[in-house]
């Protein structure tokens, strides 16, 4: 198997979305403990346009506390990129099983999160078979399934952390974006009353997912509005800590997905003085809690929306059209020739709120087919 060749998107400079080249490499095989899973989509993600642009990553706008971003570029490239093929998350087909594999088998549907390796812009991938793969929600086409697991694995994560309990009330900023989607629905699933921070060509979409009040953030600082929350979960850390405490309940918990170093002093702060709290957390990655968002999907309590798919040759258009910030909802990548050529519609139809998204009957944007 090893040396046949494989078609991926690779880029082999950081810049904008034309370094991305379709061209062909080495086809990977499969080690004792891995399988080899043939993609048939995969996605554009925040992580996909971080690293593609690594370069231009500055200490200020970089998210994370400082050390991190040394860390990243140690692994994502100083000068060129070291990792050359995106795509943290894919659905896909196992094609072969090493030796010791006894998880799946030749020709199980699996989804899965490779995480900051990356490597699903790509006709296939190996992984171990204790890795974040499960089976894929059978209701789900492989275009949707390959949207799962970014937004869900870091919510779920996060969310558990948080102990989200029946009755409380919950905002979540950025709610229209990977994450703040999937942890909007896993609140209500939780029951709590939730609203969700957006901007105003997404508050229809947040609305459909759940929310039970929506909040465009151009027109109003939830900061201000007087309301108390017992948990606000602030994806991109905008808000801080400091400026969100008249909105946290007495007890209430200010939980950034994104933070900085002042926030984990904060954090160490809080959990001497008790009262209002802030968590900072990296998110985990278990394979069970795929198993967890498919049983949500089938059970028809959890989706994910794809706004568009792109064929695998334009994947530089894709990442154009997330980065012009029209998206409403998530943009899918399909990778295998023969995975189903569907066309999603950016004007949603946000009042079928079924489980599997909202999937447009035609209408090919000319950008995507
Ligand atoms: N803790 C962890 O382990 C972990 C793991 C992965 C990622 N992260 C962090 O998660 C973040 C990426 O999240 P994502 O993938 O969900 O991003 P995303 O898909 O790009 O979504 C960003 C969201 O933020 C909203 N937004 C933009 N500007 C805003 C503003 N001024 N006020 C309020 N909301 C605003 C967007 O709203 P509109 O699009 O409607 O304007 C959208 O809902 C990164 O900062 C990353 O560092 C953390």
């Given at each position: 198997m090893k040396g046949e060749p494989m078609k991926a998107v690779v880029y082999a400079e950081f810049g904008g979305p034309d370094v991305l080249r379709v061209t062909e490499v080495p086809k990977p095989s499969p080690k004792p403990n891995e399988v080899l899973v043939r993609v048939h989509a995969t996605s554009v993600t925040y992580g996909d346009l971080l690293?593609?642009?690594?370069?231009?990553?500055?200490?200020?706008?970089?998210?994370?506390?400082?050390p991190l971003l040394f860390l990243s570029r140690l692994y994502f490239g100083f000068v060129k990129p070291r990792v050359n093929i995106l795509g943290s998350e894919f659905s896909g087909e196992i094609e072969a099983i090493g030796k010791q594999?006894?998880?799946f088998k030749a020709g199980d549907p699996v989804y899965g999160y490779l995480g900051q390796r990356m490597g699903?812009?790509?006709?296939?991938?190996?992984?171990?078979?204790?890795?974040t793969l499960a089976m894929k929600p059978a209701s789900l086409t492989h275009e949707e399934a390959a949207t799962v697991p970014y937004g869900g694995l870091m919510a779920t994560s996060l969310l558990r952390r948080a102990r989200v309990q029946p009755g409380q009330k919950v905002l979540v900023n950025g709610a229209s974006g990977s994450i703040g989607a999937a942890a909007v629905q896993l609140a209500k699933i939780y029951g709590a009353t939730v609203s969700g921070v957006c901007g105003a060509p997404r508050l229809d979409y947040v609305r459909a997912l759940g929310a039970d009040h929506v909040i465009d953030y151009a027109k109003q600082d939830f900061t201000e509005s007087g309301e108390s929350y017992d948990l606000i979960f602030d994806v991109l850390g905008k808000s801080g800590f400091a400026r969100c405490r008249n909105s946290l309940a007495p007890a209430g918990l200010y939980l950034p997905a994104s933070f900085k170093t002042k926030a984990l002093l904060q954090m160490l702060r809080t959990n001497v003085t008790g009262g209002q709290?802030?968590?900072?957390a990296l998110a985990s990655e278990e394979p069970e809690t795929l198993v967890f968002l498919r049983e949500l999907?089938?059970?028809?309590?959890?989706?994910?929306?794809?706004?568009?798919?792109?064929?695998?040759?334009?994947?530089?258009?894709?990442h154009?059209?997330?980065?012009?910030?029209?998206?409403?909802?998530?943009?899918?990548?399909?990778?295998?020739?023969?995975?189903?050529?569907q066309q999603w519609s950016t004007s949603l139809n946000l009042s079928d709120t079924s489980a599997?998204?909202?999937?447009?009957?035609?209408?090919?944007?000319?950008?995507?087919?």
């Open positions: 690293a593609r642009n690594f370069k231009a990553e500055s200490g200020r706008e970089f998210n994370m506390p400082l594999v006894t998880r699903a812009y790509a006709e296939y991938v190996c992984m171990p078979e204790d890795g709290r802030v968590l900072c999907i089938e059970a028809g309590k959890y989706q994910s929306i794809v706004d568009r798919c792109y064929p695998m040759e334009q994947a530089a258009e894709a154009r059209y997330v980065e012009s910030g029209a998206k409403t909802g998530c943009v899918a990548i399909s990778v295998s020739p023969s995975a189903t050529r599997h998204g909202t999937r447009a009957e035609s209408a090919p944007a000319p950008s995507a087919y």
